[in-house]
């Protein structure tokens, strides 16, 4: 049996903060999808991404991030950690070489570890 990763969608405690720290800082793009309660982000191949209001009832302290990392590709590995550098952004990891070829590793608002290695 053949498998691929379709689509990845991760609660957030701020869907509007969340939103912005997603397209203003990482420069993702949205999907015209107007879902009040997610924000869908796409590349050349359509809707990949999503972060979304929670689906069960969750507190404060409620980790959401704990024990996920999630890989992005992308084409200037250098440009995209100088726009991250560059916010309030978590910084886990500047860019080193990794499995993948050049990475680096940040952590957003909701603890999730985000991976961007140079295509």
Do not use: C
Request: no cysteine; glycine share 8%.
């Amino acid at each position: 049996m053949k498998t691929n990763v379709d689509f990845i969608s991760v609660q957030v405690k701020d869907l509007e903060s969340a939103s912005k720290f997603y397209t203003e800082i990482l420069g993702f793009e949205k999907t015209e999808d107007k879902n009040p309660d997610a924000t869908v982000f796409k590349d050349d191949g359509g809707a990949i991404f999503a972060i979304r209001k929670p689906m069960f009832k969750i507190t404060e302290s409620t980790p959401l991030g704990l024990g996920v990392s999630i890989w992005f590709g992308v084409d200037d590995i250098d440009k995209t950690f100088t726009l991250v550098k560059n916010s309030d952004a978590q910084i886990i990891s500047p860019p080193v070489d990794g499995p993948f070829g050049k990475m680096f590793i940040i952590k957003d608002m909701d603890g999730y570890m985000l991976t961007f290695h140079q295509l």
